[in-house]
């Protein structure tokens, strides 16, 4: 972009002095340099105007990109911490079921019956 802005500073000032040689007159040879001069500072200009747009339309696309990683990222996140809570309730209901076990045979070995 810097070189860009450059560019168009330079194209802009050897305009004016273009301008000025034109009114007050100059020779044909310095004339063909300077219309030479600036078709090429106007191709310059025109080939880093095509790569800020070019190199715009990459940073749009990896943006895009990166988006929808992220969301398939987020989307694993999501799955994971669900498989997370899914353990955590197995785990919870294991330990459940040994309490109650626990209380059963404590229960019946106060009663006196054997199992």
Known sequence: MKQFNVLKK??????????????????????????EFIRILDSAVEQ?????IEYDN????FFSDWRRANSNFKGWECLEYKMLLRDLKRKTELEEINIDEFSKLKFFKNRGVKL
Do not use: A, E, F, P
């Open 48 to 52: 880093q105007n095509k790569l800020i």
């Open 58 to 61: 990459r940073l749009k696309n």
């Open 10 to 35: 330079y194209q802009c000032d050897y305009n004016d002095k273009l301008s000025y040689y034109v009114k007050y007159g100059m020779t044909g040879v310095k004339w063909k340099h300077y219309i």
